[in-house]
Structures are given as C-alpha cells and as structure tokens.
C-alpha cells in the first residue's frame, strides 16, 4: 500500500458528505469516522507512519464498523465501506510484529 493510494483514497472519502440515515449507532459511527480521519491525516502528516497504539485503535475502528453497519441503507453503507476501506488500508501499512 503506498502513500499516494492512501493520499487518493482519502480525497475521495472526504469529497462526499456525511450520509443521512437513522441509527441508534450514529454516535458511534460517527466516532468512528471521526477516529479512522483523524489516523490518515496523522499517517499522511508522518513520515513514520502509524505507531503500534494508533495500529490497535485503527484495528477497532474495522471490527467495529462490520458490527454497526450491517443494517444501513446501500447510500450509507457505500460511505462507511469506504471508510474501512481507509482503515484496512492503513492497516496494511503498519509493520508486522
């Protein structure tokens, strides 16, 4: 994964605005979304990359999403599929242990 495919992807998800939907997850969702942006911009920002702490959270961020999104309308699951999407990406820049 490179950082210009993380750089395109991430323009891509920012050009779309936040989907409307009904969920008693919104809150977290949007935590979510909130959390994995923030890890982009501070993986796009670093010349190190993520650090093993901002790994697990990004980690949690996916296992999270598979459990909340499941029930969305296709318009908002096309948003948070890209989301992890971004996550899974970041995901496989980070050193294996």
């Not at 891509?12 to 909130?34: I, K």
């Not at 990004?58 to 948003?79: F, M, R």
Request: aromatic residues 8%; charged residues 25%; negative net charge.
């Amino acid at each position: 994964m490179t950082r210009q495919s993380i750089e395109t992807a991430w323009d891509q998800h920012r050009g779309n605005d936040w989907p409307q939907f009904t969920s008693s997850h919104q809150g977290h969702l949007m935590t979510l979304d909130t959390v994995i942006s923030g890890c982009v911009v501070y993986y796009l920002d670093t010349p190190e990359g993520l650090d093993r702490q901002r790994v697990a959270i990004v980690e949690d961020c996916v296992k999270d999403l598979d459990d909340l999104t499941g029930d969305l309308d296709d318009d908002s699951q096309a948003y948070f599929l890209r989301l992890r999407r971004l996550g899974e990406m970041l995901l496989a820049t980070a050193p294996q242990e």
